[in-house]
């Protein structure tokens, strides 16, 4: 089995468009066979649910907040699920786009490493000349020193990085990771918890290439 089968990989009845897609099925989870699949990952009984409103969250890591009402016992569960929309099988889901100095406080950055990072996206103009590329530097035309500090830092703040990257935080974190193929047919999808993905992108080592 390949990493995808052994990741728990599923065929979708019918095709992902957009994040209104998921929201849609959560809301007809009645008739729709990969929502009641989502609900069964998330230990639901779908004999005693009663009712299922989900709706698109944005600003947030929460895409798609799914409330699900339990029969008798006048309960809500609140499911939030953050939602990647992935366009080719071997392809990259940006996973977020903010500016450095965003998560300078955040992850107290020293102001070495945070100039860097600025010149590696493009924010501050490099320091070096023959580039491949002459907006930014690269991580490898950094000087050894320098990949070494981040490389260092990197591996001591992996665990906050990802964690505040994928999940989040405040009301709105995520809870559950969807990963969606973008087709009209022939889609897959995969549902897992987010402790999970924390646990299996988190605990990787940080390489230099």
Same mark, same amino acid.
């Given at each position: 089995m390949n990493k995808q089968q052994l990741l728990g990989s599923q065929t979708a009845k019918n095709g992902f468009l957009n994040e209104d897609e998921i929201v849609n099925k959560f809301n007809n989870w009645l008739l729709d066979e990969d929502?009641?699949?989502?609900?069964?990952?998330?230990?639901?009984?779908?004999?005693?649910?009663?009712?299922?409103?989900?709706?698109? @969250?944005?600003?947030?890591? =929460?895409?798609?907040?799914?409330?699900? =009402?339990?029969q008798l016992k006048g309960a809500?569960?609140?499911?939030?699920?953050? @939602?990647?929309?992935?366009?080719?099988?071997?392809?990259?889901?940006?996973?977020?786009?903010?500016?450095?100095?965003?998560?300078?406080?955040?992850?107290?950055?020293?102001?070495?490493?945070?100039?860097?990072?600025?010149?590696? =996206?493009?924010?501050?103009?490099p320091s070096v000349t023959s580039l491949k590329d002459k907006r930014r530097m690269f991580a490898f035309e950094f000087s050894v020193e320098e990949q070494d500090k981040i490389h260092a830092w990197l591996s001591k703040n992996k665990s906050l990085i990802v964690s505040d990257i994928l999940k989040g935080s405040g009301q709105f974190s995520a809870e559950w990771m969807? @990963?969606?193929?973008?087709?009209?047919?022939?889609?897959?999808?995969?549902?897992?918890?987010?402790?999970?993905?924390?646990?299996?992108?988190?605990?990787?080592? @940080?390489?230099?290439?």
């Open positions: 929502a009641q699949k989502w609900l069964l990952i998330m230990q639901y009984d779908l004999e005693v649910i009663e009712y299922v409103k989900a709706v698109k @969250v944005s600003g947030y890591k =929460t895409d798609v907040q799914a409330q699900v =009402t339990i809500i569960g609140i499911q939030n699920l953050q @939602v990647k929309l992935v366009r080719y099988l071997k392809g990259f889901n940006q996973i977020v786009k903010r500016w450095i100095d965003t998560y300078v406080e955040m992850w107290d950055i020293p102001d070495n490493i945070s100039i860097n990072l600025k010149q590696y =996206t493009g924010e501050l103009a969807l @990963v969606a193929q973008k087709t009209v047919a022939n889609s897959k999808w995969i549902l897992k918890r987010m402790n999970f993905c924390l646990n299996y992108f988190g605990n990787g080592e @940080v390489k230099n290439y």
